[in-house]
């Protein structure tokens, strides 16, 4: 079975792992945001394709919900020390990847090749492709003023409340190779658990990737990030509430208007969830284990396969 998975950070990451449980990985593909990409310390950093791989690869910090596991931090106390730039942490094992993206990117290699090896020698099985090789940038806008998102998120806390969002580059942002293909002979199309904002959100402000998911030829199912309508992490529901209104699975679909076929929603989001033209499918959406991983998973995955 081919499945195609649009993936934002840390809910993506655990929610592909399973997927690869449920169906063989060498038939999945996901289409990871690059809108939270920035430089820093002369690197290039790509934090949700990271976060994507190093889960994958069960190299990731499970609890800090970032980076790698068994992480030292030696690197970032001398930038600390030497006056450098050490807001956004970048600890020793993880700059060892960004030293070879970035010497690769350098190089001309595109964003999609580097990922590709990088994914293969972390053993990691499924396809992940970068939405795009171009330049694309989530940038929010504030009352504070406008910030690129990792000033937003991690430098400011992500505090101030975001009156807009826009997506510097993507006018003239390309799908990665493969991507269109992968959309197009999919069997199933999947919206990770992801801010539908920042994370998904920079994924379809690529045109021709929204334009394969209004014309697509499989079913698409999204999986809301929300439980009883908060975010298991992170400021989802604040932006829910602030940008679509409010955090029911209605204005969740809203976000997909036009692109999903259905949405699975948690037991807790049940209560009155009808939603016009999208099915929903209750589950326990919470995925703090392999069961819940693969219980999610399924849900998405039978949901789809019932609308074919
Ligand atoms: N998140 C933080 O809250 N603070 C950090 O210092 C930080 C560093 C970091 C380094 C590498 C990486 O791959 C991710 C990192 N993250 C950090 C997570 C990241 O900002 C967000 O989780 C994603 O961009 C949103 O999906």
Excluded at 208 to 217: G, Q, S
Aim: aromatic share 4%.
């Amino acid at each position: 079975m081919k499945v195609a998975v649009l993936a934002g950070g840390v809910g993506a990451a655990r929610f592909l792992r399973g997927v690869v449980a449920a169906v063989d990985p060498a038939g999945v593909t996901a289409i990871g945001n690059v809108g939270d990409d920035l430089e820093i310390l002369g690197l290039s950093v790509s934090p949700d394709l990271d976060s994507v791989l190093y889960a994958l690869a069960g190299r990731s910090d499970e609890v800090r919900g970032w980076g790698r596991a068994d992480e030292t931090w030696n690197a970032l106390e001398s930038v600390s020390e030497l006056g450098g730039d050490d807001w956004f942490r970048l600890g020793d094992r993880d700059l060892g990847l960004h030293l070879v993206r970035s010497e690769a990117l350098r190089r001309g290699e595109p964003l999609s090749a580097v990922t590709a090896r990088l994914a293969a020698a972390l053993g990691v099985e499924l396809t992940l492709l970068p939405a795009t090789d171009d330049r694309l940038r989530t940038i929010v806008e504030t009352r504070a003023g406008a910030f690129s998102f990792q000033e937003w998120f991690v430098a400011r806390g992500h505090r101030d409340e975001v009156d807009r969002l826009h997506f510097d580059g993507a006018d003239s942002a390309a799908p990665a190779p493969g991507v269109l293909a992968a959309l197009d002979e999919a069997d199933v199309i999947l919206i990770a658990p992801s801010n539908p904002f920042v994370s998904i959100g920079p994924i379809l402000a690529v045109k021709a990737i929204r334009e394969a998911l209004e014309n697509r030829r499989a079913p698409a199912v999204a999986v809301s990030p929300l439980i009883g309508g908060r975010a298991v992490k992170g400021p989802a529901d604040a932006m829910m509430t602030r940008l679509a209104g409010g955090t029911a699975p209605r204005q969740v679909a809203d976000c997909y208007k036009g692109l999903i076929d259905a949405l699975v929603i948690d037991e807790a989001d049940a209560d009155g969830a009808e939603i016009p033209g999208v099915r929903t499918i209750v589950t326990r959406t919470l995925m703090d284990d392999a069961d819940g991983r693969l219980r999610v998973a399924e849900a998405a995955l039978e949901g789809a396969a019932a609308l074919r």
